[in-house]
């Protein structure tokens, strides 16, 4: 799964179809969740409390309808926070 969340939200940038948004909301809610689950004891509470709010963010169940320039914002942000976070996790697994 490595950085591929993350370049899922950079490609949710660009203009794509609604379909892409409605699978991309299920694999950053599932990726997300794995991570948790599989990081909760090495995670501090900030990193556990920041992927959270990233979850509720994209999941697919109750789904925020805001504009697009917002989900821009918040794809690029998120994404930028996923690549650095599993970066970090592939160093420290390589230390």
């Known amino acids: 799964m490595n950085r ?3 370049a899922l939200l950079f ?15 299920i694999a ?5 969740i794995y ?6 004891k090495i995670n ?7 992927l959270i ?3 509720v963010l994209f999941n697919p169940f109750a789904p925020l309808h805001i504009t697009k320039w917002v ?3 918040i794809d690029f942000i998120a994404g930028m926070y996923l690549w650095t976070y599993l970066h970090a996790k ?4 390589q230390s």
């Open 35 to 40: 991570l948790l689950v599989s990081d909760w």
């Open 11 to 25: 490609i949710a940038i660009l203009p794509m179809p609604y379909s892409y948004y409605l699978y991309l909301r």
């Open 44 to 50: 501090d509470d900030k990193t556990k409390g920041i």
């Open 28 to 32: 950053i809610m599932l990726g997300v």
């Open 90 to 93: 592939t160093i420290n697994k």
């Open 53 to 55: 709010v990233i979850g």
């Open 4 to 6: 591929l969340l993350a």
């Open 71 to 73: 989900w821009i914002i």
